[in-house]
Structure formats: structure tokens, C-alpha cells
């Protein structure tokens, strides 16, 4: 018996990744850039129409068919563009000079002149992130005025544009290595509040809305934490040691930190220095408690309360003043 001819399910054709569908919709861009400098016009407007429909949120596409259409002379259409660029990306100086330059042709001096207002703002706000990067890449940890000029720089472009969320960023970093850590604090809860909003607002993807969300939320408690931490005894101040010292050197700080305050150094002294030479000596026996035991300096590190555990520092140094070297 012969055979049936069936008809075979065909294999599903494999969907391309976003990554190889942005490298195509460039593939599409730069052959219409080969056209417009060939000034084939048609042409190029198609290859960025092309670019467009394979990546619709990238402004400069929406740029550079814009472009297209004002050597076109359809300058209502290279309207729609230009206004569709500086919306998905605020901050496209190109997109407002074409905006303000299609106003002018289509004859509206007021929207024009509107245009190359947000233009003249967008050039100033760029030249302070450009300003702010420059810091910000090139900051010197040793040298304050540096991180100060950041932290300036950023606060001028927050002046200019409230919404300006890298700058946020920037500044709270910058706050955090000067340890202002309130300030930091203030500013990753304003990014975090402003991020959760607009994501709703904008209606962004669950999954990237879910991802910068997190990323600010660890940022914020980041800082809270740092906060936390320096309402509290100073541990390594006290020792006058650095966070990354080895044991060694804490053991070194502690006994120059413990003869130098030690009561009987003191006897002579008036009740007061004695007094308060004491409490000294005794913060100093605190520290070395902590410090000098690896469990207790990594719940200290990591901002735990010591007390958690009934962890009471400094009783042992209470009992007794006796010298250390004795």
C-alpha cells in the first residue's frame, strides 16, 4: 500500500536576539548615512525608516530621518521626527535645533523660538555632566576640593533640570566619599521615589523597570547603612587606624593608644583630665575587643548592633585598669 504524502510540520524559524536586532537596525543607519552623504535622499529615508522599525526606541534614528525629510522638503513629517526624538531622549541637542528649524519653515516664529529655548538648555546641562564626568572618572580620593567641585558641578545641573537623574547619582557618590551621608542618603531616595514613578508613568518594561529599581533600592540602603555606621563609635578612629589595617597594626595601635591614656599616666592630673582620660582608655580596651576578634569586626564591618548578642564591650577592660604590658 502506497504511502500517504503528509504534510510535515515545518521547523519554526528562529526569532533573533535584541542584541542582533540592534546591530541590524545600525546595519540600516549607517547605510542610510552612506546615502544622505551621497545626498540620495530617498534612499536614505528608507534605510532609517528601516532602522526604525527594527529598533523603535532609539532617538537618532528618529534624528536622522528628520534629517532626511527637511532635504526632502516634507517638513511637517521631519516635524513629527524631530518632536519623537527629544521625546524619547530629553537631552538630543540635534533633535531641538531640527525641531526649532521645521517650526521656522512651516511658519511658527513662537514654536520656533520655543525649540531653541530647550535647545540652549539641553548644551547647558550636557556641558555640566560633561563637566561632572570629567570629575567624577578623575576623582582623587586624597584631594577633597576635586570631589567638592563634583558635588558643585552636579548641584548646577539639578538646578537646570530637577529631573536629572545621573546627576543625582553622581552627587550621592561624591557624598559618600566625603562621608555626608545624609545628603547621600536624601539624594538615592529622591532617584529611588523618581525612578519608581516614572517607570510606572512610562509605562517601561516590567523587567527593566524591576532591574533599576532594585539597583537604586541597593544603592539607597548602601547608604543608609554607611549613615548608621557613623552615628556610632568610630572603632578605628579610636585606634587611629585605617578600615583595611591587619591585626598586627591593630594590635600596634592599641598598645600606643593604651599607654597614652592609661590612669596611671594620669595620677597627677586634675579629677576632670582623669576623668576623661579614663573614659579614653576605656573606648580604647572597647575597640580592641572588637577589632582584635575576626567575628565581632565582621558584624561591626557589616553595621550589625554589637549589642545583638549581648556583646558587651569594654567589660573586661572595666574590671581592670592594670597596664597592658604588665
Known sequence: M???????PMAPESEMSEEEIEREAEGFKEQGNAFYIKKDYSEAFNFYTKAIDACPKNASYYGNRAATLMMLNRHREALEDAQQAVRMDDMFVKGYLREG????????????????QRL??????LEYERMAEIDFEKRDFRKLKKLEQAIED????IKLDETYIKAYLRRAQCYLDTEQYEEAVRDY?????????????????LLGWLFSACKHK???????????????????????VDKNATDDEIKK??????????????????????????????????????????????????????????????????????????
Open 218 to 240: 541597593h544603592l539607597l540602603k548602601t547608604a543608609q547603612l554607611e549613615l548608621k555606621k557613623s552615628k556610632r563609635k568610630d572603632y578605628y578612629k579610636i585606634l587611629g
Open 101 to 116: 528649524k521645521c517650526h521656522l519653515s512651516l511658519g511658527n516664529g513662537m514654536a520656533a523660538s520655543r525649540s531653541f
Open 120 to 125: 540652549k538648555h539641553a548644551k547647558a546641562v
Open 154 to 157: 552636579c548641584t548646577n545641573a
Open 189 to 205: 531616595e529622591k532617584v529611588y521615589q523618581t525612578e519608581k514613578t516614572k517607570g510606572k508613568e512610562d509605562g517601561h518594561s
Open 2 to 8: 502506497a504511502a500517504e504524502d503528509c504534510d510535515m
Open 253 to 326: 595601635a592599641y598598645r600606643k593608644r593604651a599607654l597614652m591614656h592609661h590612669p596611671d599616666r594620669h595620677s597627677g592630673a586634675s579629677p576632670e583630665m582623669q576623668k576623661e582620660e579614663e573614659k579614653k582608655f576605656k573606648e580604647v580596651g572597647e575597640a580592641f575587643t572588637v577589632l582584635s576578634d575576626p567575628k565581632k569586626k565582621a558584624r561591626y564591618d557589616s553595621g550589625q548592633d554589637l549589642d545583638e548578642e549581648g556583646m558587651n564591650m569594654g567589660v573586661a577592660h572595666r574590671k581592670s585598669t592594670r597596664s597592658p604590658f604588665a
